[in-house]
């Protein structure tokens, strides 16, 4: 038999029982769309924390005291302003070293109030951090020199305290001390779910008055190019460790952050694509079923077409072909249906949702695999049936 | 020329959950190209048996059974339907057409299998339908037709391939008595005027009477 017939007697087949073909289709068109809208949104969320990653700043250097292992508790910082001037040395460019020693506090303006994170930081931070002021001036090297009470607040912050009015000039009270607002941040926006316009930077000098330490919780620097960090790095975490014998520092950089959290989202989307993958399982063991189905109601029919010439290949190749039509229209409809949930997710929610033309190829090869898999049986048994029992079924 | 079909000593058993029940037990049999032979016999006689043997859907358990110059023992599965699609032509009695299927293409279902091109195909289906006298109603579905014009569409398919034998199981079966002369007349017409041999298979005294020679069967033995 010619292959464009048994197409032609697979269509007609399909055609001859709409309602069953289509509630079979369903469950491939389930399938497929769930694993392409479940992979679109892990690959969503994955570019969006590399895109935040990076937005950071380029080459970036981190170091903190401890080990950085996940799953280790974080370690008490030992590192003081003194170690922080032994690094800039080693840098030799006191605007590429920002340091962070971060505390909650409840920031107060007249009656509204938020708690929120309160960092004393360097005057440098606008330069190795991507960061830019929305209204007023950032922090300078004689607010941080002199322990000035001066305050720049992130977004939401601002928001809190201020509404539509400009907070710059205006008074705020940090942990009961009074601050002078000198800028607002441009908003961030939120990324999963955390709030980065939360936040509000005070000199590093006057924290520690406020908070009563002299520790300094990790020091970043931004290294003048990318092939440099490593050596950096190196020098940096050998000069704290001679400074601290008994205390251990690592240097992380973007990439290896980058690193570590694409792993975990990649897990992240291979888990989807595995739930996902399951439904398209019981797609298909839902078309092998409607085959098997359709084979003992057609038993008369093979009969006859065995009869009349048909040899056991070509009735095993007609059942095969309905099967792959089956769950390749399915698939098709499903890859449909999943980018249009993809986009309306993206659309609609915090969700970043990304589709991949691997995830379309991905769940299309798969539901026609899935058609031959579950098809073989049913088409097998049609094409071993005996055609004298076959004739004689009612 | 040679015998469309012959049997020599041919024994079928089934096995039937562990028993062995015998549904032939022994038949030699020459269907000669052109003849016209009946096979009668009571239910459960083994005709319908000897004609599934005759037509290649099946194969003895014992004896040789050569058609169209084959020995059916030693053909594979393929090798069979082939042989089917070439040699031989099957009317039933419950006509057997595909549903939501034309005349046309019913009659071109065997050609089909036989590789030929769509247009081939219904001409060869088109000029059979004629000879039937179906000539008008190709576009028709079974649903459409009479049992009679259901049953020519039937023959026509069976002859469309020009087959050595033609094997009719009690194919007036599910016809009026006048339809089913009619339908007789057509075959006998066929038989006499193309040369295929053709085997009715039959419980009917009257239908088995118009052949040219008559085989009695009886508990799986051909009785004198």
Redesign the interface.
Request: aromatic share 12%.
């Given at each position: 038999m010619r292959v464009g017939e048994a197409w032609r007697v697979a269509i007609d087949a399909l055609r001859a029982n709409r309602l069953r073909s289509g509630l079979t289709m369903l469950g491939v068109v389930i399938g497929v769309a769930a694993v392409v809208v479940l992979v679109a949104i892990g690959t969503g969320a994955k570019q969006e924390v590399e895109r935040q990653v990076e937005g950071l700043g380029s080459n970036l250097l981190i170091v903190v005291p401890g080990r950085v292992d996940f799953g280790s508790a974080p370690a008490v910082s030992r590192l003081s302003l003194s170690d922080v001037d032994a690094v800039t040395r080693i840098v030799g460019d006191r605007s590429r070293v920002a340091v962070t020693v971060s505390s909650g506090e409840t920031v107060r303006a007249g009656t509204a109030s938020r708690f929120t994170s309160v960092l004393g930081v360097l005057e440098t931070t606008p330069q190795v951090f991507v960061r830019s002021l929305a209204r007023g001036s950032y922090l300078t090297r004689s607010d941080v020199d002199t322990s000035r009470r001066v305050a720049v607040l992130g977004s939401s912050v601002a928001r809190t305290l201020f509404g539509e009015r400009d907070p710059v000039g205006q008074q705020v009270s940090i942990a009961g001390v009074r601050f002078r607002v000198v800028g607002v941040f441009t908003p961030l926006g939120q990324s999963l779910g955390v709030d980065r316009d939360d936040e509000v930077h005070i000199p590093v000098t006057t924290a520690h008055r406020l908070l009563g330490t002299n520790r300094v919780d990790g020091i970043a620097i931004k290294a003048p190019d990318r092939d440099r960090i490593a050596t950096l790095a190196d020098r940096i975490v050998a000069e704290l460790s001679r400074r601290h014998p008994d205390t251990e520092f690592s240097a992380v950089t973007q990439e290896q952050i980058l690193g570590v959290l694409g792993d975990i989202l990649g897990v992240l989307t291979g888990v989807l694509a595995a739930i996902a993958g399951i439904s398209l399982l019981v797609g298909g063991v839902g078309v092998s079923n409607i085959m098997l189905v359709s084979v003992r109601e057609r038993t008369r029919e093979i009969g006859l077409r065995k009869a009349v010439g048909a040899r056991p290949r070509d009735i095993g190749v007609q059942f095969l072909l309905e099967a792959v039509l089956l769950t390749t229209l399915g698939g098709v409809s499903g890859m449909v249906l999943g980018v249009v949930a993809a986009l309306v997710v993206g659309a609609l929610s915090p969700v970043p949702a990304a589709i991949t033309w691997w995830s379309l190829a991905l769940a299309f090869g798969v539901s026609a695999a899935v058609g031959i898999a579950f098809g073989v049986v049913p088409a097998q048994r049609a094409g071993r049936l005996d055609p004298v029992e076959a004739l004689r079924s009612e | 020329m040679t015998a469309a079909a012959e049997a020599h000593d041919i024994t079928r058993t089934y096995d039937l959950g562990g028993i062995s029940v015998p549904a032939l037990r022994g038949v030699s049999l020459t269907v000669e190209a052109g003849d016209y032979l009946a096979i009668v016999g009571p239910s459960g006689s083994g005709k319908s048996t000897l004609m599934?043997l005759l037509?290649a859907?099946?194969r003895p358990t014992s004896g040789r059974l050569v058609i169209g110059g084959r020995e059916v023992a030693r053909l594979s599965?393929?090798e069979m339907?082939?042989l089917?699609?070439?040699t031989v032509g099957?009317v039933?009695q419950s006509f057997?057409l595909?549903p939501?299927t034309t005349a046309l293409d019913n009659v071109a279902?065997?050609l089909?299998?036989?590789?030929l091109?769509?247009a081939a195909r219904r001409r060869a289906a088109a000029a059979m339908l004629d000879r039937v006298g179906l000539g008008h109603r190709v576009k028709h579905r079974p649903n459409q037709l009479s049992g009679g014009e259901q049953q020519r569409v039937a023959i026509a398919?069976a002859l469309v391939?020009e087959p050595a034998v033609l094997l009719a199981d009690e194919p007036t079966g599910n016809l009026d008595t006048a339809t089913g002369v009619a339908v007789l007349s057509l075959l006998e017409a066929l038989n006499a005027e193309s040369g295929v041999a053709l085997v009715l298979v039959t419980h009917d005294r009257e239908v088995a009477a118009r052949a040219r020679r008559q085989i009695t069967m009886r508990d799986g033995v051909i009785v004198p």
């Open positions: - | 599934h037509g859907l099946d599965a393929p339907a082939r089917r699609n070439e099957f039933f057997h595909l939501r279902l065997p089909v299998y036989r590789g091109g769509s398919r391939t």
